[in-house]
């Protein structure tokens, strides 16, 4: 570490920093599983990476081309938990329960979800998941009044899922900055 409090970088060959973190996590007592473990290129977004239920890319700005910058969004699999979670709390034997009840169960289970996913860009994921839970409320809602179809335009529309009070995940994303906060 450098006097100032930062580090210090040095050019090392290439094997190097994954046989030091072997040998380190073996001071542990721990160890690398090579079937979960690997090296990725990130260059021009070529490849990306899950770690700790974030799928990490890197993606081209749209505003300055050829600069390239890190964004991590939910996991293919975290989204798939969340679907079944979802469709669990709406599956149609729940039909006999007000629907004030099912937004109740539900409700904890999206709050939770947004909140760890929140950071970085996930806003695209969160607008799927809203309307993944729109359209499962609604079959719900048909299933349970008898009604054929689900009546997306005429009756269950956002005021209809805003009346609910559903927690809604659009526009709850923190943009990470790209530098360190003064």
Known sequence: MHAGGYFEARAVPYTTPVLTSARVLERLGMRLYPEKSGITCLTRGGQGFEFLGFHHRKVESWNWRGKYYLQRWPSARAM???RDK??????????????????ADLNPVLRGWGAYFRNGNSGRKFNAV?????????????????????????????????????????????????????
């Open 80 to 82: 798939r938990v969340l």
């Open 86 to 103: 979802v469709r669990a709390a709406t599956v149609i034997s729940k039909a006999e329960r007000p629907l004030s009840a099912v937004v």
């Open 130 to 182: 809203d309307g993944y839970v729109h359209e499962r409320l609604v079959i719900l809602a048909s299933r349970k009044h008898g009604l054929r179809g689900r009546n997306w335009t005429t009756r269950f529309t956002y005021g209809w899922i805003t009346r609910l009070r559903v927690y809604r995940l659009t526009g709850t994303v923190r943009r990470a900055t790209t530098y360190a906060s003064r």
